[in-house]
Nanobody, 124 residues
Framework: QLQASGGGLVQPGGSLRLSCSASGFTVAYAAIGWFRQAPGKGREWVSS????????HYAESMKGRFSISRDSAKDTVYLRMDSLKAEDTALYYC???????????????????WGQGTQVTVSS
């Protein structure tokens, strides 16, 4: 089971850190991905962290602003988001996949278990 949290209302240019807490399994054994879905749009891949070596992978538009990390002792994966823009407003989900090859990370159909989502709203 996954529990996403940390969303909220933030001004443009601000930062947030989302958390994805796992129960029933160890995050070190499964890749964790973050996706987002804005109103009226499809689900978009944001970032994933590999179970194999802890390497981080990002969608092109997120590089340099978002950072994914993992705390295996807490079974939690974090998504740090900086320089937030209005277009980052969305419902953010975390999910697990047992794929170890990053090629598969951007496709949401490769993920098995999903958290309930946490809302991020970027507005002045």
């Amino acid at each position: 089971q996954l529990q996403a949290s940390g969303g909220g209302l933030v001004q443009p240019g601000g930062s947030l850190r989302l958390s994805c807490s796992a129960s029933g399994f160890t995050v070190a054994y499964a890749a964790i991905g973050w996706f987002r879905q804005a109103p009226g749009k499809g689900r978009e891949w944001v970032s994933s962290i590999s179970s194999k070596d802890g390497s981080a992978h990002y969608a092109e538009s997120m590089k340099g602003r978002f950072s994914i990390s993992r705390d295996s002792a807490k079974d939690t994966v974090y998504l740090r988001m900086d320089s937030l823009k209005a277009e980052d407003t969305a419902l953010y989900y975390c999910a697990t996949t047992f794929y170890t090859i990053s090629y598969f990370y951007p496709d949401s159909s490769n993920y098995d278990y999903w958290g309930q989502g946490t809302q991020v709203t970027v507005s002045s």
